[in-house]
């Protein structure tokens, strides 16, 4: 038996030489953690959403806690395309990490500006389209959750830019699979999924909503049976298509969840903040359970779920 | 500025009051590192509920010893479980944190305002100033508090040798009203001074605005949620003044806790 499996993952046009990554906007530009992680151990680092202009973001509390889980409301926060470009990513670059950049914006206009000045950059590896942005022209409804604007965004981007593309899709809809297929169409080459999920917390004594904007994202560890569902479901309809998983993953048992029912590869989130170090203690949770389970690479796991006996 | 991810042990778990602790934990390279308002990130145990770390402003550091204190009140689900941590037991550690309280020279006076809970990062910020005092200068404690139970680090302060003054909403202890109608008092003197605050951000909001009025340097230590610690997540905002006049916001984490007074533009 080989000690060593295979850990490389081939998603599409994407090679990337481990299948564990940090998910947008929970790992910062990856330097918040250089001192912390080594960085050039991770399957990749997708680097929080950029948009055209620099955005100030939300107004605060942009955080609360709920169980076993966390509501954001940050409001794509981020310095801007050009200086990620002329002061981020030179220094991002140094770590070898594969980097990925999350494209955001308000308009398809402002994806396509921001995508195309990302193609013409040295040492980005893909780019993944935060769909989940609200849409200026739909009174501020998320991209991702209508197939047609979906298939719009994908399709425009696709045409202005070279590097593999990544849909990241949301789970705020009735039924994924349409939406997924419609970014397929459109010629995304890889899907993630999924992004953080609606939802709203109070406060009993105050009376008050807990965050300034009301309604929120739900991240961390509650959301991973929704998410497994929903990766689980594109795998099925959509069985060509490479997935990299996302949403609660904790621990490298959850990584493995994923992968079984069809993820390419994993984004870990809220996970980084609570542990610094998570993305590394799952790889290397992941390299054990493939040594001692005897599987030759992370490849051959992928999908390969079975039904109860 | 360096910092550490450890496992530190428990090598006293004191009770201070009711529902009131302070651990000591042996954390050296933290110890060795830590300045007065500087925070760790704290995760007790392996739980996904509480999932979050959270963060505590160190009361005093021993380098000698390698020790840290941090102070904690009973309340919740988090602190209960800390509150069930034995002597010889290990907690994660992140720290340490933020920026720190940097003495304003050239002043007789350095007014400390501590609102409830936000005493002991004042506590540890006292006890170094004790050290670097010119003669000329003296520390003058402000401690506020609704009730007189939930006044944190009086002892302490007073072992320092300073000037101290408490008020209680309630009258439980030392005059009658809140701990600004103190600081208003305090500034009606003209006598140079600098102020430094922590607690609630409602009393800091009214510090600012009472220092910003007597032309007195003030750096206030914000309170807000905190999930990471390190500039990742943007999740402790802070709204800032732009010179220009536009706004943006700021890290608590890593351009705080600490601000001058009169950057914050309180929500």
Known sequence: MNAYPNLQVQLGPLRLPNPVLAASGTFGYGLEYADLVNLSLMGGIVVKSLTLAPRAGNPPPRVTETPAGMLNSIGLQNEGVETFLLEILPRLREYGVPIIVSVAGETVEEFCAVAEKLTRAQGIVALELNLSCPNQMRGGMEFGIDAKLTATVVRAVRSRCELPLIAKLSPNVTDIVPIAQAARDAGADILSLINSVLGLAVDAQTRRFKLATRTGGLTGAAIKPIALYHVWRVHQALPDVPLIGIGGIMSWEDAVEFLLVGASAVQIGTANFVEPTTCIDVLQGLERYLVTQEIPSVQSLIGTVQDIA | ?267
């Open chain 2, 1 to 267: 500025m360096a910092r550490w991810e450890l496992l530190a042990t428990v090598v006293e778990h004191r009770r201070r009051a009711p529902e009131q602790y302070e651990l000591i934990l042996h954390a050296p390279p933290i110890a060795e590192a830590a300045q007065p308002g500087q925070f760790v990130m704290v995760r007790p145990l392996e739980t996904h509920a509480p999932l979050l770390r959270r963060p505590y402003s160190i009361l005093r550091a021993n380098p000698d010893k390698g020790i840290i204190s941090l102070f904690y009140a009973v309340h919740g689900a988090f602190t209960e479980l800390l509150s069930l941590k034995q002597v010889g037991s290990s907690i994660r550690l992140l720290g340490p944190l933020g920026n720190w309280f940097q003495p304003v020279r050239g002043v007789q006076r350095h007014i400390l305002v501590a609102g409830g809970f936000g005493a002991p990062p004042l506590c540890f910020f006292a006890s170094r100033l004790a050290y670097s005092l010119k003669a000329e200068e003296r520390i003058i404690i402000l401690a506020g508090a609704r009730r007189r139970d939930l006044l944190v680090g009086l002892d302490e302060f007073r072992a320092l040798g300073a000037e101290v003054h408490v008020s209680t909403e309630d009258g439980s202890h030392g005059y009658t009203g809140r701990v600004t109608d103190l600081l208003v008092h305090q500034l009606e003197n003209p006598e140079p001074a600098a102020v430094y605050a922590c607690g609630p951000n409602a009393m800091l909001k009214i510090v600012a605005k009472i220092c910003t009025q007597h032309a007195v340097p003030c750096f206030v230590s914000v309170e807000t949620p905190m999930p990471c610690g390190v500039g990742a997540c943007l999740g402790c905002a802070v709204r800032v003044a732009l010179p220009g006049g536009s706004q943006w916001f700021r890290r608590a984490c890593m351009e705080g806790p600490i601000f001058r007074a009169e950057e914050v533009i309180w929500e």
